[in-house]
C-alpha cells in the first residue's frame, strides 16, 4: 500500500544546508498529514517537523529545528521535503518520514501509520 521513501542525506560541514526529500508511493501525498523525525544513537526518535495534508494550513517543528528547518510538500509530485540549514553536530541522526491520516498533525511517532526506511545525516564540526 503506502510506501516512504527518503533520500537526499549525507556529510555537511557544521553551519551547511542539506534538502531531504520523501516520495510517497500508493496513495496520493494530499490525504495524509506528513512528518519528519530522527534518531541518534542511543537516543529516542525525536520529532523534527509535520505540515498538514493541505499547505498552508499548518506547519510544526520541534524546539531544536525552529528556525533552522523548513518542512514542505509538492503534492503534484507526492513528495515531502526538510530544508535544514544551520545544520549542527547536535543534528547528526538518521532521519525519517512518515505519514498518517490522523485529522491532527501528530509528534509523536506511534501516531504515525507508514515509514520510510531512513536517511543518514552526519555533521561534523
Known amino acids: 500500500q503506502v510506501q516512504l521513501a527518503e533520500s537526499g542525506g549525507g556529510l555537511v560541514q557544521a553551519g551547511g544546508s542539506l534538502r531531504l526529500s520523501c516520495s510517497v508511493s500508493?496513495?496520493?501525498?494530499?490525504?495524509?498529514?506528513m512528518g519528519w523525525f530522527r534518531q541518534a544513537p542511543g537516543k529516542e526518535r525525536e520529532f523534527v517537523a509535520a505540515?498538514?495534508?493541505?499547505?498552508?494550513?499548518?506547519?510544526y517543528y520541534g524546539d531544536s529545528v525552529k528556525g533552522r528547518f523548513t518542512i514542505s510538500r509538492e503534492n503534484a509530485k507526492n513528495t515531502i521535503y526538510l530544508q535544514m540549514s544551520s545544520l549542527k553536530p547536535e543534528d547528526t541522526a538518521v532521519y525519517y518520514c512518515?505519514?498518517?491520516?490522523?485529522?491532527?498533525?501528530?509528534?509523536?511517532?506511534?501516531?504515525?501509520?507508514?515509514w520510510g526506511q531512513g536517511t543518514q545525516v552526519t555533521v561534523y564540526s
Open positions: 512518515a505519514a498518517t491520516r490522523s485529522s491532527r498533525v501528530p509528534r509523536i511517532s506511534s501516531e504515525y501509520d507508514f
Open positions: 500508493g496513495r496520493t501525498v494530499i490525504s495524509y498529514a
Open positions: 505540515i498538514s495534508s493541505w499547505s498552508g494550513v499548518g506547519t
